[in-house]
Antibody
Framework: VHLVESGGDFVQPGRSLRLSCAAS????????MHWVRQAPGKGLEWVSG????????GYVDSVKGRFTISKDNAKNSLYLQMNSLRAEDTAIYYC?????????????WGQGTLVTVAS | SYVLTQPPSVSVAPGQTARITCGGN??????VHWYQQKPGQAPVLVVY???DRPSGIPERFSGSNSGNTATLTISRVEAGDEAAYYC????????????FGSGTKVTVL
């Protein structure tokens, strides 16, 4: 299993950014996937996730209405569209594969991509 | 939302046993997972479904969950076990919502 995040950047507050996660080594369409972030010097925070067929999607309260998660099974890719970015969204964003189609633990993680929101 | 409480730090001598707690309201009725994160690295799953170990994780790592406390136990602690450890659970299946504990830094003396 290999997960590679990309798209992190330095952006101003209020701008948008789209993160991508390229997956390989497993049947991508069969598993739930998630985004987890870690602000500098802080702990892990679950941001968003979706089940295998995108029929169930969840977000942490602080990003609801601003972030959108999606997956493209044909491209073996997971995405996170981040709009109206705030300084508190500054973090390393990790892509994680779930153990099961509907959820479960996160058994594989990417190395992360850094998002910095500042003026 | 559901809150998971962990001690900020635990110190342990090499060869001894480290116990990291994760407190939550009736957490024993939920399924808990544990992750290890070393500085500059991505998290690694070390215990899942309360007390199962992924392949490649030493038997020294074990978990339990009952009442209001889940516990990760590291036996015969080694210098390489020094890391931050996070508990996690699936908060609401209907809403696909997860929560992490605040993390515990394990220092090997």
């Amino acid at each position: 299993v290999h997960l590679v995040e990309s798209g992190g950047d330095f952006v101003q507050p209020g701008r948008s950014l789209r993160l991508s996660c390229a997956a390989s080594g497993f049947t991508f369409r069969d598993y739930a996937m998630h985004w987890v972030r870690q602000a500098p010097g802080k702990g892990l925070e679950w941001v968003s996730g979706l089940n295998w067929n995108s029929g169930s999607i969840g977000y942490v309260d602080s990003v609801k209405g601003r972030f959108t998660i999606s997956k493209d099974n044909a491209k073996n890719s997971l995405y996170l569209q981040m709009n109206s970015l705030r300084a508190e969204d500054t973090a390393i964003y990790y892509c994680a594969k779930a153990l099961l189609a509907e959820g479960g633990c996160f058994d594989f993680w990417g190395q992360g991509t850094l998002v910095t929101v500042a003026s | 939302s559901y809150v998971l409480t962990q001690p900020p730090s635990v110190s342990v001598a090499p060869g001894q046993t480290a116990r990291i707690t994760c407190g939550g309201n009736n957490i024993g009725s939920k399924v808990v997972h544990w992750y290890q994160q070393k500085p500059g690295q991505a998290p690694v799953l070390v215990v899942y479904n309360d007390d199962d170990r992924p392949s490649g994780i030493p038997e020294r790592f074990s978990g339990s969950n009952s009442g209001n406390t889940a516990t990760l136990t590291i036996s015969r602690v080694e210098a390489g076990d020094e890391a931050a450890y996070y508990c996690q659970l699936w908060e609401t299946r209907s809403d696909l919502s997860y929560v992490f504990g605040s993390g515990t830094k394990v220092t090997v003396l």
